[in-house]
Protein backbone atom coordinates (compact mmCIF):
# COMPACT_ATOMS: atom_id res chain seq x y z
CA UNK A 1 0.00 0.00 0.00
CA UNK A 2 1.42 3.44 -0.79
CA UNK A 3 1.50 6.60 1.22
CA UNK A 4 -1.07 8.24 -0.90
CA UNK A 5 -3.79 5.08 -0.56
CA UNK A 6 -3.04 5.19 3.01
CA UNK A 7 -3.82 8.81 2.96
CA UNK A 8 -6.89 8.22 1.60
CA UNK A 9 -7.86 5.27 3.73
CA UNK A 10 -7.12 7.36 7.21
CA UNK A 11 -8.67 10.57 5.50
CA UNK A 12 -5.50 12.34 6.69
CA UNK A 13 -2.81 14.22 4.18
CA UNK A 14 -0.12 12.49 2.43
CA UNK A 15 2.38 14.83 4.00
CA UNK A 16 1.11 13.73 7.07
CA UNK A 17 1.50 10.02 6.37
CA UNK A 18 5.21 10.52 4.68
CA UNK A 19 6.03 12.65 7.68
CA UNK A 20 4.75 9.48 10.16
CA UNK A 21 6.57 6.73 8.42
CA UNK A 22 9.66 8.82 8.67
CA UNK A 23 9.68 8.90 12.37
CA UNK A 24 8.61 5.46 12.57
CA UNK A 25 11.55 4.57 10.68
CA UNK A 26 13.80 6.73 13.20
CA UNK A 27 12.48 4.71 15.80
CA UNK A 28 13.04 1.45 14.29
CA UNK A 29 16.66 2.75 13.98
CA UNK A 30 16.92 3.64 17.47
CA UNK A 31 15.29 0.69 18.31
CA UNK A 32 18.51 -1.33 16.66
CA UNK A 33 20.86 0.53 17.70
CA UNK A 34 19.63 0.54 21.53
CA UNK A 35 19.72 -3.23 21.11
CA UNK A 36 23.08 -3.34 19.95
CA UNK A 37 23.91 -1.60 22.57
CA UNK A 38 22.31 -3.43 25.61
CA UNK A 39 20.63 -7.03 24.40
CA UNK A 40 22.71 -8.30 21.62
CA UNK A 41 24.70 -10.32 23.55
CA UNK A 42 21.96 -11.94 25.19
CA UNK A 43 20.00 -12.49 22.33
CA UNK A 44 23.30 -13.58 20.50
CA UNK A 45 23.29 -16.48 23.41
CA UNK A 46 20.05 -17.10 23.05
CA UNK A 47 19.90 -18.11 19.35
CA UNK A 48 22.63 -20.34 19.96
CA UNK A 49 21.15 -22.33 22.67
CA UNK A 50 17.83 -22.64 20.71
CA UNK A 51 20.02 -24.10 17.53
CA UNK A 52 21.84 -25.90 19.60
CA UNK A 53 18.97 -27.57 21.11
CA UNK A 54 16.91 -28.32 18.00
CA UNK A 55 20.05 -29.79 17.04
CA UNK A 56 20.71 -32.14 19.93
CA UNK A 57 16.66 -32.86 19.33
CA UNK A 58 17.40 -33.60 15.50
CA UNK A 59 19.91 -36.63 16.91
CA UNK A 60 17.53 -37.81 18.77
CA UNK A 61 15.25 -38.37 16.04
CA UNK A 62 17.98 -39.83 13.81
CA UNK A 63 18.96 -42.36 16.78
CA UNK A 64 15.52 -43.20 17.26
CA UNK A 65 15.47 -42.78 21.04
CA UNK A 66 12.05 -41.81 21.26
CA UNK A 67 10.04 -43.85 18.70
CA UNK A 68 11.79 -46.88 16.46
CA UNK A 69 9.00 -46.95 13.74
CA UNK A 70 10.96 -43.86 12.14
CA UNK A 71 11.46 -44.10 8.35
CA UNK A 72 14.88 -43.90 6.45
CA UNK A 73 13.05 -40.50 4.75
CA UNK A 74 12.26 -39.44 8.96
CA UNK A 75 15.77 -39.96 9.24
CA UNK A 76 16.85 -38.13 6.68
CA UNK A 77 14.96 -35.25 7.37
CA UNK A 78 16.32 -35.18 10.92
CA UNK A 79 19.65 -35.07 9.18
CA UNK A 80 18.89 -32.16 7.18
CA UNK A 81 17.74 -30.34 10.34
CA UNK A 82 20.96 -30.55 12.00
CA UNK A 83 22.77 -29.69 9.12
CA UNK A 84 20.42 -26.64 8.96
CA UNK A 85 21.42 -26.03 12.73
CA UNK A 86 25.08 -26.12 12.04
CA UNK A 87 25.16 -23.97 9.00
CA UNK A 88 23.20 -21.55 11.25
CA UNK A 89 25.35 -21.66 14.42
CA UNK A 90 28.45 -21.37 12.11
CA UNK A 91 27.07 -18.26 10.28
CA UNK A 92 26.21 -16.72 14.10
CA UNK A 93 29.68 -17.90 14.81
CA UNK A 94 30.74 -15.71 11.85
CA UNK A 95 29.21 -12.80 12.85
CA UNK A 96 29.52 -12.75 16.07
CA UNK A 97 32.89 -10.48 16.43
CA UNK A 98 31.21 -7.88 13.99
CA UNK A 99 28.46 -7.94 16.84
CA UNK A 100 30.71 -7.46 19.73
CA UNK A 101 32.87 -4.86 17.77
CA UNK A 102 29.81 -2.83 17.10
CA UNK A 103 29.18 -2.73 20.94
CA UNK A 104 32.65 -1.83 21.69
CA UNK A 105 32.14 0.73 19.23
CA UNK A 106 28.97 2.36 20.94
CA UNK A 107 30.35 2.43 24.25
CA UNK A 108 33.59 3.94 23.62
CA UNK A 109 31.20 6.48 21.39
CA UNK A 110 29.27 6.93 24.48
CA UNK A 111 32.11 7.96 26.66
CA UNK A 112 33.27 10.04 23.98
CA UNK A 113 30.13 12.05 24.07
CA UNK A 114 29.86 11.84 27.89
CA UNK A 115 33.60 13.70 28.64
CA UNK A 116 32.65 16.27 25.96
CA UNK A 117 35.95 15.62 24.01
CA UNK A 118 34.37 15.44 20.54
CA UNK A 119 30.84 15.58 18.51
CA UNK A 120 29.53 12.66 16.76
CA UNK A 121 27.28 13.19 14.23
CA UNK A 122 25.38 10.53 12.87
CA UNK A 123 27.86 10.84 9.56
CA UNK A 124 30.42 10.12 11.77
CA UNK A 125 28.84 6.76 13.11
CA UNK A 126 28.61 5.39 9.33
CA UNK A 127 31.56 6.31 8.60
CA UNK A 128 32.71 4.29 11.86
CA UNK A 129 30.62 0.95 10.84
CA UNK A 130 32.12 1.39 6.84
CA UNK A 131 35.74 1.23 8.45
CA UNK A 132 34.91 -1.74 10.28
CA UNK A 133 33.62 -3.28 7.48
CA UNK A 134 29.94 -3.62 8.31
CA UNK A 135 27.35 -2.16 5.49
CA UNK A 136 23.59 -1.86 5.50
CA UNK A 137 21.51 -2.55 2.66
CA UNK A 138 19.20 0.89 1.89
CA UNK A 139 16.55 -1.41 0.06
CA UNK A 140 16.29 -4.39 3.09
CA UNK A 141 17.86 -3.28 6.14
CA UNK A 142 20.36 -6.33 5.96
CA UNK A 143 23.75 -5.83 7.70
CA UNK A 144 26.87 -7.72 6.49
CA UNK A 145 29.80 -7.76 7.57
CA UNK A 146 32.20 -7.04 5.14
CA UNK A 147 35.97 -8.02 6.99
CA UNK A 148 36.44 -11.33 6.73
CA UNK A 149 35.99 -11.58 3.20
Known amino acids: MTETEIAHELKVGQSTVSRDVKALKILSQQ ?37 SNLTPKDKLLALKVIRECNEAKFALFKEGPSIMNVKTLE ?4 KIRQTNQSIIYPQDLTDLTLLMGVTTNQNTGEVKNNSYK
Open 31 to 67: FVFDLAKSDMAYYYKQCIDGIEEVRRRGWEIFKGQNN
Open 107 to 110: ERLE
